[in-house]
């Protein structure tokens, strides 16, 4: 059914950038609200960004400013962007959809910021 699959993760320096990307089948994602996670080793896996099927994007506090939510409907990819990086980004990134009474998870995508 639903298949989400996250890529463009890797080593980064503080400051740095990269674009994930979670390319999704079986749903369109223009659709449904589409959410970006992430887990840190030793904590609680947190909400990133969401993009709403009205458009309308939310972002944890942590990260405005520096990372943009988005969607390529063509390509039925969601994208998160990230700038300024900071080691406390370092985790594994999940994208995730809710459609009607199911959820779907990627398999994630680690993201490394260190010197």
């Known amino acids: 059914q639903v298949q989400l699959v996250e890529s463009g993760g890797g080593l980064v320096q503080p400051g740095g950038s990269l674009r994930l990307s979670c390319a999704a089948s079986g749903v369109i994602v223009s659709r449904y609200a589409m959410v970006w996670y992430r887990r840190s080793p030793g904590k609680q896996r947190e909400f990133v960004a969401a993009v709403n099927s009205d458009e309308s994007t939310i972002y944890v506090d942590s990260v405005k400013g520096r990372f943009t939510i988005s969607r390529d409907s063509a390509k039925n990819t969601i994208y998160l962007s990230m700038n300024d990086l900071k080691p406390e980004d370092t985790a594994v990134y999940y994208c995730?959809?809710?459609?009607?009474?199911?959820?779907?998870w990627g398999q994630g995508t680690q993201v490394t910021v260190s010197s």
């Open positions: 995730n959809v809710r459609r009607r009474e199911s959820e779907y």
